[in-house]
Each structure stands twice: as structure tokens, then as C-alpha cells.
């Protein structure tokens, strides 16, 4: 069978990739629309970037207006925005949910429409050109033709995915993630390790998409511990956004599995940051999967170092479930209760969530294919 592998037309890597990027973005446009967070102005990620757009001339209207996990309205009004300052290209800066906005923006800008209409249509016209910094080591969506927005009408966490929507370049210069807060840095970090992990173990695997896969979980659990107790690692930190590319590279062509078809509905539901709802999950649904991906999973324990000799495959799968597990322990992951979500509330949506991972296609891809009922006993198992 053969595969189409999707990347964007550029990445640039490394210190000092604005930079180098601005030899490409010259030619985007006459103006862009920087999409970005109030916490990038306050850092004065923002202000590093117009400086740089300065020195090429490149005028730019800044939105601020993402916060976590963007939401439809955030998205019509950037296109407003976009359309009333005369903008004809985009820069998202930030987090996975600036750069997903980015792409949302940018889609509606070339498509028309509500992108509350978006969710599972294949999108026709090209979007303006776009680029993509991401400054959290986690989405990998400046590397993803993804781009996740919470329809609030519906409570929906809404799954677009169409090549369309991949950054045209990606400039990833680990620098931008060296202020992340620690719990930051783990639950995104945690995204980006649950990337690869679902990719490799997913029915729609394939050679490329094995390659990023694996070195990006080799790279994380080398490495993301100590970024969470030692932010200030810089070539742990370069390692991580490397790793997080990795990931959402792997993610992107292969597709995530049941963690994030079942992590979607407890962010729209109960507003938790993805890295950490796929955090809290990540353990009861690799205790799952296992059965149907024990050959994949003793290849990981290889990969990170956890497979002695003598053991057998199923004992190898064991070790890097009991490896991921330690290090979740390790990063201090929040349950359910601890994030302070009500449980009755919990156990009353339970249906509607299992519904809505189910309608999502992603769980669909696990090597253990769930039934409504297993992904509810699952939610369950949260609170055990
Ligand atoms: N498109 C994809 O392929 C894809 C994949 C996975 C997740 N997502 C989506 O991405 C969103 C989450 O993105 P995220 O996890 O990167 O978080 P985020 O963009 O929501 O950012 C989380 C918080 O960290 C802050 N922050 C970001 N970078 C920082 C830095 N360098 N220093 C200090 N603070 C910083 C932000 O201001 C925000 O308050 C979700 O909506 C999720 O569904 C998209
Ligand atoms: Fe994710």
C-alpha cells in the first residue's frame, strides 16, 4: 500500500530561525496578521517579531484576542480583523492554540462561511500563505495539517484536518519555549509524547511516520524531566521542541488513536488544558490498547532503554506502560478531581463524551478498535 506523507514547505530549526525565516516571509505578503495570545505580547515574544518584520518592511495588524483552547467566536473575529485591516497573509505565534487559530483563520478567510461549518468537510480553496512559531514544545501544530477549535454552541472540540491547513513554513527556535511555566511544560510536553505514541501505535502507521515516532519519544524521555524541574536547559528544551515536531509530524500522517479521541470531549466539556486531559488518560488507555499493540509497544521499551534481555514481548510492552506511568507520576499530573471537576457532572456526561470520541473517527485508529461502552467504563477509571 502506499502513503502520502505530509510536511510543510519549509521548517527552519534552531536558534535564531526568525531570522532565517524572514527570507521566505518577504515574499508572503504585503501584510500579516500576527494571531497570537496576550501572554506572547507580555513576554515580548510579539515584540521580537515585529521587530523582524520591520526590518524587511512587512507591515502587520497584531490579534491578541486566543486564549487557551480557542474557541469559534475567537476565530470570526480574527477574520474580521484579517478582512478590515487589509491583511493577505498570517503569522501565529504561541501555543498550539494561536497556531490552530491561525490555520482556522486563514481557512474561513479563503473559504468563506462559519468555521463552525468546517468540521469534517474537506476544504477547497488554498489559505493565504502562513506561518507557524510555536513557542510550548507539545502540538506540534506549526508540522500538522490539524487545527482543533471548540464550537461552544455544541460543546464540541471540533477536528479539522485537511492538508490545506498546514503552515506553509515553520520556524522553531526552541528559545521562544524557554519560559514555560513547568506545568505547562509538562502537560504540553505530555501532548506531544501522546502524539507519538498514538501515531506509532495506530492502524495507520506507516514507515515515515514510524521514523518521527519513534525518535520523538526516544527524545522525551530523555528529556522532559528535565525541562519540567530545569526550565532553564536550553539544549533540553531544543531537544523537546524538536521532539514536539517530531510528534505532531508522526501524528499528522499516521493520526492519534483513542487518547486524544477521548481527551477532545473532556476539554470542551470541562475547559482542561489538552496536554493535561490527555495526560490524565494516557495510562488507562495504553493499559487498553495493549492487547491489540503489544509488538509496537515492546519496540518502545527498546527504543527508551527499558527492555532487559530475557524479557518477552508482552513483558517489554509491560515496561514501557510501567515507564510512561512512572514518568507521568514524575510530572506531577493532575487527576480529574485534583483540576477540580465535579464528578457527578463527570459521570453525567459520560455518554455524550463517549459519543463524541466515537464521532470523531480517532479512536477508530487504535489497534484495539473500543466500544461505546469500553470508552465509557475508561472514563470511569478516571476516578479509581
Ligand atoms: N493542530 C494540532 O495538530 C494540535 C495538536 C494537539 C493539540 N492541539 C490544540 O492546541 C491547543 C493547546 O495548545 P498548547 O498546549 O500549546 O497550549 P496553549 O497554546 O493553549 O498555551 C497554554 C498556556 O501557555 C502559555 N504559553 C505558551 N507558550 C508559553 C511560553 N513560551 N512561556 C510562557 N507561557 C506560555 C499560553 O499563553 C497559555 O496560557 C488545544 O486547543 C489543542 O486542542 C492542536
Ligand atoms: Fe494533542
Known amino acids: 500500500m502506499a502513503n502520502l506523507f505530509f510536511v510543510p514547505q519549509n521548517i527552519i530549526t534552531g536558534e535564531n530561525a526568525l531570522q532565517m525565516s524572514l527570507e521566505h516571509l518577504k515574499d508572503f505578503g504585503k501584510k500579516a496578521l500576527i494571531v497570537t495570545d496576550n501572554m506572547m505580547i507580555k513576554l515580548g515574544n510579539v515584540k521580537k517579531l515585529t521587530d523582524a518584520l520591520d526590518s524587511i518592511s512587512v507591515l502587520y495588524t497584531i490579534y491578541p ?43 474561513v478567510v479563503a473559504n468563506g462561511g462559519s468555521i463552525t461549518e ?20 507539545g502540538t506540534g501544530s506549526e508540522a500538522t495539517k490539524v487545527s482543533i ?18 503552515a506553509r513554513i515553520a520556524v522553531i527556535d526552541p528559545v521562544f519555549t524557554m519560559t514555560a511555566p513547568p506545568e505547562v511544560t509538562a502537560a504540553t510536553g505530555v501532548d506531544a509524547l501522546t502524539h507519538a505514541i498514538e501515531a506509532y501505535t495506530s492502524r495507520k502507521a506507516f514507515s515515515m511516520s514510524d521514523i518521527f515516532a519513534k525518535s520523538a519519544i526516544k527524545r522525551i524521555f530523555e528529556n522532559l524531566y528535565e525541562v519540567y524541574t530545569n526550565g532553564s536547559n536550553f539544549d533540553a528544551r531544543k531537544e523537546m521542541a524538536n521532539a514536539a ?8 500522517n499516521a493520526s492519534v488513536t483513542i487518547v486524544h479521541g477521548m481527551s477532545r470531549p473532556i476539554g470542551a466539556l470541562f475547559h482542561v488544558p489538552h496536554g493535561l486531559s490527555n495526560a490524565m488518560l494516557l495510562n488507562v488507555c495504553l493499559e487498553f490498547l495493549k492487547p491489540g499493540a503489544v509488538d509496537r ?43 477540580g471537576i465535579d464528578k457527578d457532572e ?19 485508529n487504535t489497534r484495539r478498535i473500543p466500544s461505546k461502552d469500553e470508552i465509557m467504563t475508561l472514563y470511569k477509571k478516571l476516578w479509581e
Open 65 to 107: 484576542g486566543i486564549n487557551s483552547e480557542p474557541n469559534h467566536t475567537m476565530i470570526d473575529e480574527g477574520v474580521e480583523v484579517y478582512k478590515k485591516e487589509g491583511c493577505d497573509f498570517l503569522i501565529g505565534i504561541g501555543g498550539g492554540s494561536p497556531l490552530d487559530s491561525m490555520k482556522a483563520i486563514g481557512a
Open 118 to 137: 468546517y468540521m469534517g468537510k474537506k476544504i477547497d480553496n488554498d489559505l493565504p500563505p502562513t506561518c507557524a512559531i510555536p513557542t510550548t514544545a
Open 149 to 166: 477549535i471548540n464550537n461552544t454552541i455544541t460543546n464540541v472540540k471540533m477536528l479539522l484536518n485537511d492538508p490545506k491547513l498546514m
Open 245 to 252: 515536531l517530531e510528534g505532531g509530524i508522526a501524528f499528522s
Open 297 to 339: 509497544l515492546n519496540e518502545l521499551a527498546m527504543i527508551i532503554g527499558v527492555h532487559n534481555q530475557g524479557m518477552t514481548t508482552e513483558e517489554g510492552a509491560d515496561a514501557f506502560v510501567k515507564a510512561t506511568t512512572d514518568l507521568l507520576k514524575k510530572l506531577n499530573i493532575k487527576t480529574p478531581q485534583e483540576f
Open 346 to 364: 463527570f459521570f453525567k456526561q459520560i455518554p455524550k463524551m463517549a459519543e463524541d470520541a466515537l464521532i470523531s473517527g480517532s479512536p477508530q
